[in-house]
Structure formats: structure tokens, C-alpha cells
């Protein structure tokens, strides 16, 4: 099993940053993939970003050159930063782990006011 743990939502207005992070524990295994994924009221769960324990990465389209995801490996953390927000960034926002298993964290709101 995983256990991986939000913190950083929050509300903050149009054009500011908030950065997220995700800490794993548990049965880690080393050749993972991490990332983070949205759920907007009304609308299916969607991918933001994803990150290999290789750093290789990849973004939504909506997300590309406003959002940078990160990990350090060392304490098993995968981190989003998430710069120019708009409202439509609004959603609970969940941290993925993917090895054999997909788990997910129970999910951090983001609100982003106009």
C-alpha cells in the first residue's frame, strides 16, 4: 500500500501562484511515476501533469508554461507549482502515484478567484 498526503490548496486570485505538494510512504518503489490530476465541479477527473522517478515529464495542454511539476526522490515528494492561475484552474486537485497500482491521494482545493 500508499499513503500519499496533499497540502498547499488554497484560495488566491487570478494571476497568482500556489504550489502544491505530495509526500508518498509506504511500499516505494523506486521506478514510479507521480503527478497530479483536477476534478472541476460538474466535469471528470483530468490529468495536469505527470513526472517519472526519471524526470520525464508531461503537462495538459491547458497547464503547459504556467505549471512545473517536480520530485525529489529522496523523500518520495512530487511537487507542483502552478504560476499565472486562472479561474478555470479551480478544482480539487489529487496526487497520483502509478507503479503496478494506481493510488490517490484524498485531494487539495485550489481556488482561483477573478
Known amino acids: 500500500q500508499v499513503q500519499l498526503v496533499e497540502s498547499g490548496g488554497g484560495l488566491v486570485q487570478a494571476g497568482g501562484s500556489l504550489k502544491l505538494s505530495c509526500a508518498a510512504s509506504g511500499s516505494i518503489v523506486i521506478a514510479n511515476r507521480m503527478g497530479w490530476y483536477r476534478q472541476a465541479p460538474g466535469k471528470q477527473r483530468e490529468l495536469v501533469a505527470t513526472i517519472t522517478s526519471g524526470g520525464i515529464t508531461n503537462y495538459a495542454d491547458s497547464v503547459k508554461g504556467r505549471f512545473t511539476i517536480s520530485r525529489d526522490n529522496a523523500k518520495n515528494t512530487v511537487y507542483l507549482q502552478m504560476n499565472s492561475l486562472k479561474p478555470e484552474d479551480t478544482a480539487i486537485y489529487y496526487c497520483?502515484?502509478?507503479?503496478?497500482?494506481?493510488?490517490w491521494g484524498q485531494g487539495t482545493q485550489v481556488t482561483v478567484s477573478s
Open positions: 497520483n502515484y502509478q507503479r503496478i497500482n494506481s493510488y
